[in-house]
C-alpha cells in the first residue's frame, strides 16, 4: 500500500527499524517549515543546524535507496504548514496510508492528531525507538505519589537497565557521587580544545535570510562548530571518552569566564535531533570507563550516566505527564519583563555579561551557566517566566519544548511550585564566586551586600526571599534561609529591598 512516511526535523535517527528495508511503497516527506522557525524566535545556529542535520539524513536515506520527497525552506511550493504539506502529498502522491512517530513536543502531538482525524485514509503512530522510556513509564512510576524525586526515578532506571551496576547493586558502592561533582576549575587540569567541525553553512545560512526567517544570535558561517551527521555526533562522543570524560563529574558545576566548555560533553544537540541515541552514548561512555578503570574513576562516569538516564529521560516524563498545564505554571507569581540585556549581553554584571553574551555567540551555556547565573538572575528579579522560556527555547541549539520548558520553567523559575526541584535554584553572589571566577573580573563587590557597588545578587537575593517567603514557609529545605531572614533587622532588609528595587526597575542603570 502506497504509505506516507513523515520524519520531523528532530526524527533523525537513522537507526529506526523503518529504515532497515527500502521499500518502493514507502515515501518519506521530509519538510523546512516556517511553522516551526516561526512558533518562537530561534537563534540561527538553531535553525542552520536542523536545516543542515536534516539535509544530511534525507540525502543519506536517498543514497541507501529510499524514496524522499524533500521541500526546502525557500521552495516556492512548499507549504511551510504541516496540515497543508500532508494533505497535499497525499493527494499529489495518491497515498493510501499515512504515518508519522510520535512527536516529543504536545504541540505538534495535538497537531498530528487533528491531521489524521482529518484526513480521509488511515493513519498510525509509531514510537521514535529513541528514548529509554514511553511517554508514560515516569507517570506510572510515580502514581500516587505527590513528589516526583529524580534520584528515586534514576536509581529504577539503573537497575532496569543494567547500567553501572554490579550483582544488584551500585558499582563503586553508591548511587550517586554529586558530593564529588562540585570543583572550581582553577587552570589546571589542562581543558583540551573543543572538538569543532567548521562547516561552510554560508549557502545555507542564505537561503534562510532570503526566506526571510527572522532569528538573533550570531554565526560564523565557515565554521559551523556543530555535528549535522551521525558520524560526526558519534566523533564527537569517542572525542568526549577518550579527552573528557575524565574530569567530567569533577568540574561539572564549575564556571569560568575564559572557558566555555570546560569538560562538557557538547553532545545535546546530537542527542535531541535524535542523530544520536542516549543508549549509544550510555554504553559507549560506560564500555570506555570499563576499559580504562584506571585512568577514570567511578564518579566521573556516574554524573555523566546520571544526566542522560536520569534527568533527561526524567525531564521528558515530567513533560508528558504535567503537559498541556505545565506550560502556564506561574506558582511564584512573577511578571516582571525580561531585561534588554537577554537579548544583547551588555550589562555591567560579568558573569550574566559574560554567560548571555557567550549564549548569543554560540547557541550553548552549560548547565550551571543556564542555571545559576542567568536562571538565578531571572528568578530572582522575579521575571514572568513565559519571558524566560520563550528566551530558553530560542537560544540553545538543543532547545526543544520537552526538554527546555522542564528546565526552565520547572527546575530554573520554580513555576511550577517544586514539582521538579525540591526547593528554588537560587543564590546571592557567593555561589557565583565559589564555582567561577567572574566575581574577580566585575565592578561589583560580590561581598558587599548593599550600596553602589554591591553585587545585585546580594540584595535581589534577600528581596526574592521577603517577596516570596509565604509560597516556602511549609518546605523544609528553605527553613534555614528563612529564620536568616527573620533575623535580619528591618532598616537593613529596607535598604536591601530598596537597591533590588532599583536593579529590576533598571538593571544597567545603578
Ligand atoms: P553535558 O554537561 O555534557 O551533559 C551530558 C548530557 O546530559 C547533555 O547533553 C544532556 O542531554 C543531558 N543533560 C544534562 N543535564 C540535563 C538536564 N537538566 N535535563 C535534561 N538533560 C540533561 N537541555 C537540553 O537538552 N535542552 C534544553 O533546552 C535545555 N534547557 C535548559 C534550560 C535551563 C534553564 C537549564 C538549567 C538547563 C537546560 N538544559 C537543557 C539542561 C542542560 O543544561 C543541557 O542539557 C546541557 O547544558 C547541554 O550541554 P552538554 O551536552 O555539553 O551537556
Ligand atoms: Fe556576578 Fe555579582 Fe560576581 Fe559581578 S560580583 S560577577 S554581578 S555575582
Not at 550483582?167 to 550517586?176: I, R, S, T, V
Not at 546571592?428 to 565592578?443: F, L, P, Q, T
Not at 537593613?492 to 537597591?499: D, H, K, Y
Request: hydrophobic fraction near 35%; aromatic fraction near 12%; glycine fraction near 4%.
Amino acid at each position: 500500500m502506497k504509505t506516507l512516511r513523515l520524519i520531523l526535523g528532530d526524527q533523525l535517527n537513522l537507526s529506526h527499524s523503518w529504515l532497515d528495508q527500502v521499500n518502493d511503497d514507502h515515501l518519506y516527506l521530509m519538510a523546512e517549515m516556517r511553522q516551526e522557525t516561526d512558533y518562537v524566535k530561534h537563534h540561527i545556529q538553531k535553525v542552520v543546524g536542523f536545516f543542515q542535520a536534516m539535509r544530511n539524513f534525507a540525502s543519506e536515506l536517498e543514497d541507501e535507496g529510499h524514496y524522499i520527497i524533500y521541500f526546502k525552506i525557500g521552495d516556492k511550493n512548499n507549504p511551510q504548514k504541516l496540515p497543508e504539506l500532508i494533505k497535499q502529498t497525499i493527494s499529489e502522491h495518491k497515498i493510501k496510508k499515512f504515518e508519522y512517530q510520535l512527536p516529543d513536543e504536545y504541540r505538534l502531538d495535538q497537531q498530528l492528531q487533528e491531521i489524521c482525524r482529518s484526513i480521509a485514509i488511515p493513519s498510525e503512530a509509531f514510537d521514535t525507538e529513541h528514548f529509554y522510556t514511553s511517554r508514560d513509564e515516569l507517570k506510572n512510576h510515580f502514581k500516587g505519589k505527590k513528589q516526583l524525586l529524580m534520584e528515586s526515578f534514576y536509581r529504577m532506571m539503573r537497575k532496569k537497565h543494567h547500567i553501572l551496576m554490579a550483582n544488584d547493586q551500585p558499582e563503586g558502592g553508591k548511587w550517586n557521587f554529586d558530593q564529588s561533582n562540585r570543583k572550581k576549575w582553577d587552570g589546571s587540569p589542562k581543558i583540551p580544545k573543543e572538538l569543532s567541525f567548521n562547516k561552510d553553512v554560508s549557502d545555507l545560512l542564505e537561503e534562510i535570510k532570503n526566506a526571510k526567517v527572522v532569528t538573533f544570535g550570531n554565526i560564523d558561517a565557515n565554521n559551523f562548530p556543530w555535528p549535522t551527521t551521525y558520524e560526526e555526533c558519534k566523533e564527537l562522543l569517542d572525542f568526549f571518552c577518550s579527552d573528557l570524560l575524565k574530569h567530567f563529574g569533577d568540574y561539572q558545576d564549575a564556571l569560568h569566564t575564559r572557558e566555555k566548555y570546560l569538560f562538557h560533553s557538547r553532545l545535546s544537540f546530537g542527542m535531541n535531533s535524535k542523530m544520536l541515541s542516549p543508549k549509544e552514548v550510555i554504553d559507549t561512555v560506560v564500555d570506555y570507563y570499563h576499559a580504562h578503570k584506571d585512568e577514570i574513576d567511578i564518579s566521573q562516569v556516574e554524573g555523566f550516566v546520571r544526566q542522560i538516564l536520569g534527568w533527561r529521560e526524567y525531564m521528558r516524563g515530567v513533560y508528558w505527564k504535567e503537559m498541556p498545564g505545565y506550560a502556564k505554571l506561574n506558582k511564584l507569581d512573577n511578571h516582571n519583563p525580561l531585561p534588554d540585556f537577554f537579548w544583547t549581553g551588555k550589562t555591567k554584571m560579568n558573569c550574566l555579561h559574560k554567560a548571555i553574551t557567550q549564549s548569543l555567540d554560540n547557541a550553548y551555556a552549560h548547565h550551571i551557566q543556564r542555571l545559576m547565573v542567568i536562571g538565578n538572575y531571572a528568578l530572582l528579579s522575579q521575571i514572568d517566566p513565559d519571558e524566560v522560556d520563550a528566551w530558553y527555547l530560542g537560544v540553545y541549539i538543543d532547545a526543544l519544548e520537552w526538554v527546555e520548558i522542564t528546565n526552565t520553567r520547572g527546575m530554573s523559575q520554580f513555576a511550577d511550585g517544586g514539582l521538579v526541584a525540591t526547593k528554588p535554584y537560587v543564590s546571592s553572589a557567593n555561589y557565583i564566586n565559589k564555582m567561577g571566577n567572574y566575581c574577580k573580573e566585575c565592578v561589583y563587590s560580590h561581598t558587599v551586600k548593599s550600596g553602589e557597588n554591591s553585587c545585585p545578587f546580594n540584595s535581589l537575593y534577600w528581596n526574592f526571599l521577603e517577596a516570596k517567603k509565604a509560597h516556602f514557609k511549609n518546605n523544609q529545605r528553605m527553613s534555614m534561609m528563612l529564620s536568616l531572614l527573620e533575623k535580619k533587622n528591618k532598616g537593613e532588609l529596607t535598604e536591601l529591598q530598596e537597591r533590588a528595587e532599583k536593579i529590576i526597575q533598571n538593571p544597567d542603570d545603578f
